[in-house]
């Protein structure tokens, strides 16, 4: 098991371990006899573990077991550098909605798609196509209306009013090249909802009523229709 977990980490990181344990490592080590070392060292040292019984014992015993027993590549430690890459190795696009206006959306290009553009010299741009959908229950694609937003390569993220409420949308990623549009991704729905309640015509029920007197609504300074019902309501 030792020697599994040992392999599964990079030549930097074995050098590391060994620093970490005095282990006297030759500068032109190869990486088998490198394993081979740490093995004998990290048995050893569970030997010497194993053989404590006091409570100091114990105390090193569970350092070791954070230090050794859960390595794990994968994970990196506290000395690490840690960085977020700026892009990943496919094509998707998200849609967020901020507000009833506005929506957010972010999207990754593919290293490969990236280069195709970057090297045409027939690209013509990336496009945002902003989809007004009919129903946001049925699978379907039924666009209402539609618009496009000219965006850059080097761009990946974008806020989008949006110019009805209360309908669902969509977002298309498309690219240019040759004369040719390319559907690169299409992002989730999300559905904008009402900006405002509606005074007449919709009526609340009870429930949607006593809802909206608890969130305050009323000493906002918003588009709220409230009325002198309302006033029944706080006092029950």
């Known amino acids: 098991m030792i020697r599994k977990r040992l392999e599964e980490l990079s030549f930097e990181a074995l050098l590391q371990l060994?620093?970490?344990?005095?282990?006297?490592?030759?500068?032109?080590?190869?990486?088998?006899?490198?394993?081979?070392?740490?093995?004998?060292?990290?048995?050893?040292?569970?030997?010497?573990?194993?053989?404590?019984?006091?409570?100091?014992?114990?105390?090193?015993?569970?350092?070791?077991?954070?230090?050794?027993?859960?390595?794990?590549?994968?994970?990196?430690?506290?000395?690490?550098?840690?960085?977020?890459?700026?892009?990943?190795?496919?094509?998707?696009?998200?849609?967020?909605?901020?507000?009833?206006?506005?929506?957010?959306?972010?999207?990754?290009?593919?290293?490969g798609k990236r280069a195709e553009y970057e090297h045409s010299d027939r690209f013509d741009g990336l496009y945002l196509r902003v989809l007004q959908l009919e129903d946001d229950r049925d699978e379907e694609l039924q666009i209402s209306d539609s618009f496009e937003i000219p965006v850059t390569l080097a761009d990946s993220c974008w806020y989008i009013h949006l110019p009805r409420q209360n309908a669902p949308y969509r977002i298309q990623l498309i690219g240019k090249n040759y004369h040719r549009r390319e559907l690169l991704a299409v992002s989730n729905r999300v559905r904008s909802p009402r900006i405002s309640l509606a005074a007449n015509g919709d009526p609340l029920s009870e429930r949607e009523r006593r809802v909206l007197a608890l969130c305050g609504l009323e000493f906002l300074d918003v588009n709220v229709p409230f009325d002198a019902g309302l006033d029944r309501i706080f006092r029950l």
């Open 18 to 111: 060994g620093a970490r344990n005095d282990l006297d490592v030759d500068p032109d080590i190869e990486r088998e006899e490198l394993i081979e070392a740490l093995v004998d060292t990290i048995t050893e040292i569970r030997r010497e573990r194993d053989a404590r019984t006091n409570a100091p014992g114990k105390i090193e015993q569970m350092k070791f077991v954070v230090r050794y027993d859960d390595v794990n590549p994968k994970i990196p430690g506290p000395s690490d550098d840690l960085t977020i890459p700026e892009e990943y190795s496919t094509t998707r696009i998200a849609l967020m909605l901020r507000d009833p206006q506005w929506a957010y959306t972010y999207w990754d290009l593919a290293a």
